[in-house]
């Protein structure tokens, strides 16, 4: 008798395969992939904390809340990615606690909004090639897309310079809302 994924799949030969399409894990892979050829058209490059969601409440709190479980005053850099740096020193496997706190916490600060996430999807089924940078540790930055209800729409998820080399030289910086409204 064949399991109830094989007897629900669409896929010939009855199995689903290991990186679904729509998973943002087999995106970034798809993306990064040197040997993938260019797409032509717009790439954008979206900044997750003016565009999406803003992530620093998120990260404040999980600072307060590591704080307060290592009963040591952690100061870290406002750069995340250089208190990143300095977390590892002083935590050591820090990131797994941080994605638990957001995933757990993240509904509190971060909502989709119906207007961007239209914009998004309209620009991708333009053929608009979408990645989105931000300082914040790579694991808050997808718990936050997910919950803004964004993460069909992104490609790749990184540092500026990271999303630029994934999308192109030629890929357009979008820092606000307001200027993705304006590319309609």
Do not use: C, K
């Not at 490059?45 to 590591?66: K, Q, Y």
């Not at 620009?123 to 989105?132: K, P, Q």
């Amino acid at each position: 008798m064949a399991s109830w994924r094989e007897s629900v799949s669409p896929y010939s030969g009855g199995t689903v395969p290991d990186l679904h399409r729509s998973s943002l894990t087999a995106r970034r892979f798809v993306a990064g992939n040197l040997a993938s050829a260019p797409v032509t058209g717009l790439a954008l490059a979206l900044d997750l904390d003016g565009v999406l969601a803003d992530t620093r409440p998120l990260w404040d709190a999980w600072l307060e809340d590591a704080s307060r479980r290592v009963r040591v005053e952690l100061e870290v850099p406002a750069d995340r990615e250089a208190a990143a740096a300095a977390l590892d020193e002083a935590l050591g496997d820090w990131r797994p606690l941080l994605t638990r706190f957001a995933a757990d916490r993240a509904p509190l600060w971060i909502r989709p909004r119906p207007d961007t996430n239209a914009a998004l999807r309209g620009l991708v089924a333009a053929g608009t090639r979408i990645g989105v940078f931000s300082d914040a540790p790579r694991e808050l930055a997808e718990i936050a897309l997910a919950h803004a209800g964004a993460a069909r729409q992104v490609e790749v998820v990184g540092t500026l310079a990271e999303v630029r080399a994934a999308l192109g030289g030629e890929a357009v910086v979008v820092r606000s809302r307001e200027e993705l409204a304006g590319l309609r």
